[in-house]
């Protein structure tokens, strides 16, 4: 079956520095690849995402890879500062419809 | 935010007994999902649907079931509440696939069955 998965369930660093959340995936068939930030008692929120036939792309201090020979997928938070602490999250979706999210990882960013 | 409200925010239930969850949304998006949040596991998809009356199952959708008879809402049914099903539940609405389209979620239903 298709599954999202994280490498790391917590990370942890120091503000200013940059973060990077990987995730992996096994369905070569996904289309897109989203990464979704939860702070606490909120529902997720959209940070960035990905088309299958890219391999990077670059928003507002938020970059994100895609390796499809490796099937991974990560997010690189420049400079992070202590609003990014939240659980993140990839996500994967298909000609189908189907929205499927990986396990998250904690992001705390020490002060 | 988004027009999306999940009702209720918050609820208690017996074993046994019948739950619905409603989803709302004032965004007219054709795509809405149901997923459960549990410690260890993420956001696993429990239904979705693709438009009216259009539903689809998720990865988690044994002892679920959902309606969709109009855009705006879709609703989630407990048939019959057991204490694995204590979960909050999430729902979203998107409106179409595809690169820089992205979910939006309401906040939140926290279901306790005891």
């Known amino acids: 079956g298709e599954s999202v998965g994280l490498h790391l369930p917590t990370l942890s660093v120091q503000e200013g520095d940059n973060s990077i959340i990987n995730c992996a995936y096994s369905?070569?068939?996904?289309?897109?690849f989203i990464w979704y930030k939860q702070e606490s008692g909120k529902g997720p929120q959209f940070i960035i995402d990905?088309?299958?036939?890219?391999d990077k792309r670059q928003g507002q201090r938020v970059t994100v890879l895609l390796n499809k020979t490796v099937k991974h997928l990560s997010l690189q938070i420049a400079a992070t500062q202590p609003g990014d602490s939240a659980v993140y999250f990839c996500?994967?979706?298909?000609?189908?419809?189907?929205?499927?999210f990986g396990q998250g990882t904690t992001l705390q960013v020490k002060p | 935010d988004a027009g999306i409200t999940q009702s209720p925010r918050h609820k208690v239930t017996e074993t046994g007994t019948p739950v619905t969850l409603r989803c709302h949304q004032t965004?007219?998006?054709?795509?809405m999902y149901w997923y459960r949040q549990d410690p260890g596991h993420g956001l696993r998809l429990i239904h979705y649907?693709?438009?009216?009356?259009?539903?689809d199952k998720g990865e988690v959708s044994d002892g679920y079931s959902v309606s969709r008879s109009k855009t705006e809402d879709f609703l989630l049914t407990l048939e019959s509440a057991t204490s694995s099903q204590t979960s909050v539940y999430f729902c979203?609405?998107?409106?179409?696939?595809?690169?820089?389209?992205?979910?939006?979620f309401g906040q939140g239903t926290r279901l306790t069955v005891v």
């Open positions: 979203a609405i998107s409106e179409s696939q595809g690169q820089g389209t992205e979910a939006f």
């Open positions: 369905n070569s068939a996904s289309d897109y």
């Open positions: 649907s693709y438009g009216v009356k259009d539903t």
């Open positions: 996500a994967e979706t298909h000609n189908t419809g189907k929205l499927i």
């Open positions: 990905i088309r299958s036939n890219m």
């Open positions: 965004e007219n998006h054709r795509y």
